[in-house]
């Protein structure tokens, strides 16, 4: 039987309350958006299988209750991801101030080789924009990001978006990932018991699983 | 219609004979009006009756009774009208604003943004933070406080929110979240001995708790079972308390995970989970679900 994916890896959504993680999600995995839904309590993840420069990667992708109070319990999770969705909401300075200290904690809970991308999402809603398009670049190019201002409601930038941070998460894993295409088994970087996962680029991982 | 167990156990929502409503809600009638003296010298009988279900027209005020918030008004006169008055801090005003259309949002009372519904629920959590500014909100008060205002005017439903708060579910919605996280590891050790079958298989794929029974517990299953088993649920929990919430987790876990039948599709991690957060609406309807909870 074919493999029904090459390398399985997690990806976190990571943003105030109401930045819209859950709606960016739902866009991607289901291309759905409801404008009438209930807010995230805890930890809730979907899944998604997609095929980048030839490699079908099945992400799992954490979504977080984004409630200051929870990171006690979703900081547990950050260190099993490969890659972060840090989300802001261009109609909410506050949202976009806070970038800074989830950003902190990313670098504080989250493995070393993490890799980042800034969202700024609810782009559709303009007349309401208080955070400008150049402050989401200048500070993605602080934190050395990549940045999109996304759409859930309009599906602008999703895809990109999380393409872009698969992209990424592979790139970080290229040397454990060589000659994939070739195994037989998946790779699998996200096992919830794979506590100790080695950094990106790390000299004595095995070839294309850590299982 | 449904293999083995009878038709009427999984039929779509028990309805309650005319007559046998109109009798129960006399006795309950009775109950509140000598409230004391049954909680006094019959309370294995409001338990019963809690059991079987608190008629609707009275749920609201026998909710109040049930949890003591009708004393704590009582005792407390003016207290929610001095809260409502205060402006409030704006670090929690701010989260509670961006949850208030969040919260049953195809329910009619809360379906328009401003409208009453919202308005009376930011009220209540907003008092909340006033009168505990040591916990402020908690995202999981919302779904609470939004079922209690579907049965009571923000007054009442603000001193219900405060009994669920601080005697019920003590420490679920602090700063830490410690409680919460506790009660997860009490479940899972209670599923050792209710289900070693789903113990094991949830041990072997190293799903902690937290990842399933936050939203349950937190929202005392206001987001995840059917309406009508809410009520039931709830009806009994104002009765007895949190341990109703653990015996309705174990029975959901119990029927979902329990057999190596029901282990064959979900082998994996992301199954389980799924199937976790799909669960059956057989095991969640209110007639089967009350049956088994009060089994223990």
């Known amino acids: 039987m074919a493999k029904q994916y090459d390398v399985l890896f997690r990806l976190l959504l990571l943003g105030d309350s109401g930045v819209g993680k859950t709606c960016l999600l739902c866009r991607f995995t289901d291309n759905e958006f409801h404008p009438a839904h209930i807010s995230t309590i805890g930890v809730d993840f979907k899944m998604k299988t997609i095929e980048v420069d030839g490699i079908k990667v099945r992400i799992q992708i954490w979504d977080t209750a984004g409630q200051e109070r929870y990171q006690t319990i979703t900081k547990q999770y950050y260190r099993r991801a490969q890659g972060i969705f840090l989300v802001y909401d261009i109609s909410s300075e506050r949202s976009y101030q806070h970038v800074m200290k989830w950003a902190s904690d990313v670098d504080e809970y989250a493995p070393d080789g993490v890799q980042k991308i800034l969202i700024g999402n609810k782009a559709d809603e303009e007349h309401k924009r208080q955070v400008a398009k150049e402050q989401g670049l200048q500070l993605a190019r602080e934190y050395g990001m990549d940045f999109y201002e996304t759409s859930a409601c309009s599906n602008l930038n999703i895809k990109e978006s999380f393409t872009r941070l698969t992209e990424l998460v592979l790139q970080a894993h290229r040397k454990e990932l060589a000659g994939l295409r070739a195994a037989a088994a998946p790779a699998d970087l996200a096992r919830l018991d794979e506590d100790e996962l080695p950094p990106a680029g790390a000299e004595e991982a095995p070839k294309a699983c850590w299982c | ?220 299953f206001s987001r995840t079972l059917p309406w009508s088993s809410v009520l039931r649920v709830w009806d009994m929990f104002f009765c007895e308390g949190v341990k109703i919430i653990f015996r309705v987790g174990l029975v959901l876990l119990k029927h979902t995970l329990g057999s190596s039948d029901k282990l064959k599709s979900c082998q994996g991690q992301y199954e389980t989970m799924e199937r976790l957060r799909a669960l059956s609406p057989k095991i969640m309807q209110e007639t089967f679900l009350v049956q088994e909870v009060r089994r223990w």
């Open chain 2, 1 to 220: 219609m449904e293999r083995g167990g009878s038709c009427r156990g999984f039929s779509r929502e028990m309805e309650v004979p005319l007559e046998v409503l109109r009798q129960r809600e006399s006795k309950w009638l009775d109950m509140l009006n000598n409230w004391d003296k049954w909680m006094a010298k019959k309370h294995k009988k409001i338990r019963l009756r809690c059991q079987k279900g608190i008629p609707p027209s009275l749920r609201g005020r026998a909710w109040q009774y049930l949890s003591g918030s009708k004393v704590k008004l009582e005792q407390n006169v003016g207290k929610f009208d001095e809260l409502d008055l205060l402006p409030g801090d704006p670090k929690w005003l701010d989260v509670i604003e961006r949850d208030l259309h969040r919260q049953f949002p195809f329910h009619e009372m809360f379906v328009s943004r401003g409208g009453h519904g919202q308005q009376d629920l930011f009220r209540v959590l907003k008092a909340y933070t006033l009168y505990r500014p040591e916990e402020g909100y908690c995202q999981a008060q919302a779904p609470i406080a939004a079922v209690l205002l579907m049965h009571m005017p923000a007054e009442q439903a603000f001193w219900c929110l405060v009994q669920i708060c601080e005697k019920y579910l003590p420490g679920y919605y602090s700063e830490k979240l410690e409680a919460i996280q506790l009660d997860g590891q009490i479940l899972f050790s209670l599923l050792h001995k209710v289900s070693p079958v789903a113990y094991k298989h949830l041990s072997k794929q190293k799903i902690d708790p937290i990842l399933y029974m936050t939203e349950w517990f937190m929202c005392a």
